[in-house]
């Protein structure tokens, strides 16, 4: 993917993190995903389900760029610690509305080994949805370590360690409105 032809850079815990992708540039392709919805969820009234805390922003301009009744909610899960997955998945706050027969859509900010789509789309699954869709605004492909394809893909991208747009570094630069990636520099920093 292109890297933008800016030289804003951002700093957390003394890392440096560049540009990677653009708000007009997610914006055009968030657009995009929603009228893709729009056509597939024809004769239906989809639950948007957003994870928490990391998807918000992309929930939040998906779900207006979606043409068609829908509902949205929101579960809260953790398995994120640092530049790392701890491997475990955490509910912190869960589903109470009934989804039987129901289009769920799972929001999600990224991607990254699959454990937290696969666990959710398992849990989703015991109370007999119609259908469950997954729609990522990022997809790290190589690092997954589960069999799952999402239904919709904002950006295809290498294994790197990304914030802005809702990702954060333990709590921060989730207010960021572009992407930014870790810079190659302090590559070596990763999950230190
Ligand atoms: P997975 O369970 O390994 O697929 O990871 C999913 C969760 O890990 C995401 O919802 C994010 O909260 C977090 N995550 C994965 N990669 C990144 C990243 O590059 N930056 C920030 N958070 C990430
Ligand atoms: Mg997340």
Do not use: W
Not at 18 to 35: H, Q
Not at 68 to 81: M, P
Not at 156 to 173: E, H, V
Request: hydrophobic share 40%.
């Amino acid at each position: 993917m292109d890297t933008p032809n800016c030289t804003k850079l951002k700093t957390y815990q003394g890392l440096t993190f560049e540009p990677y992708i653009e708000s007009d540039k997610i914006k055009e392709r968030v657009a995009e995903i929603g009228a893709q919805i729009t056509r597939d969820c024809e004769g239906t009234v989809p639950l948007f389900v957003c994870v928490l805390n990391g998807a918000f922003p992309f929930a939040s301009d998906l779900i207006r760029a979606v043409d068609c009744d829908a509902e949205i909610t929101f579960i809260r899960l953790k398995s994120y610690e640092g530049m790392g997955s701890t491997g475990k998945v955490k509910e912190v706050m869960g589903l109470t509305e009934n989804i039987e027969g129901r289009t769920i859509i799972l929001v999600e900010d990224i991607i990254d080994t699959g454990n937290t789509i696969v666990k959710l789309i398992d849990d989703m699954k015991a109370h007999n949805p119609a259908r469950i869709k997954v729609a990522t605004l990022l997809f790290k492909e190589d690092a997954l370590q589960h069999k799952v394809e999402p239904d919709y893909v904002g950006f295809n991208i290498p294994t790197k360690f990304i914030i802005g747009y809702g990702l954060d570094l333990d709590g921060m630069a989730r207010n960021l409105p572009d992407i930014y990636v870790l810079s190659e520099k302090d590559k070596d920093k990763e999950n230190v």
